[in-house]
């Protein structure tokens, strides 16, 4: 009997623990989370979703932390590591896109879905060489109420893998607080108006 109760409290606590899926969006099964080698945790807090699904993610007012980023891009890779562990710390959610995959059937669809999402994150692009405005990754955009209301570009300045690819603790330490940071304005509290 005590071991059965033990169980059943075990459970509940291990539920509690898990990060909620609030959002009813249209998760990428075969998703590339695995691809991303930096990650151990067997149960990653960064969930793929498709790009009409963070389309919807903006449009429903949701709020939540959200990264546009590709499996083969070795910034991702590192963020991913940190970002997970962010996520996992605070018991929430990462809502992932990888940029890399298509899911268009034509080119009309594509400029669609692309003219749509900018609508919603070209405030996270930075110049391009051209002089023009770009996404670059890893794009990590802290999302209130269908708003990007703050966001991380990249690792950090002074993190270059060619030069050092193992980040060294002050690196680690700094961009997980700055993803923590992002995760927090998601889940405060709206001020009582």
Do not use: W
């Amino acid at each position: 009997m005590m071991k059965k109760l033990m169980m059943i409290v075990l459970c509940v606590f291990m539920l509690g623990c898990t990060p909620k899926e609030q959002y009813k969006l249209d998760y990428v099964t075969d998703g590339s989370i695995s691809q991303f080698t930096e990650i151990t945790d067997k149960e990653p807090s960064i969930k793929e979703i498709s790009l009409p699904s963070a389309i919807t993610f903006f449009e429903n007012k949701y709020s939540g932390v959200m990264v546009f980023a590709k499996p083969d891009s070795r910034y991702s890779q590192k963020a991913f590591a940190v970002l997970n562990q962010a996520a996992k710390d605070a018991g929430v959610t990462v809502y992932y896109v990888d940029v890399s995959r298509k899911f268009y059937k034509t080119e009309e669809e594509f400029t669609r879905y692309r003219e749509k999402v900018e609508e919603f994150i070209d405030v996270t692009y930075l110049e391009n060489q051209q002089g023009g405005k770009s996404l670059y990754i890893p794009d990590v955009m802290a999302v209130k109420n269908g708003r990007v209301v703050d966001f991380h570009v990249g690792i950090l300045d002074d993190y270059d893998l060619d030069v050092n690819p193992k980040m060294t603790e002050e690196q680690y330490q700094k961009i997980y607080n700055i993803y923590a940071d992002l995760i927090k304005i998601t889940t405060a509290k709206d001020p009582a108006k």
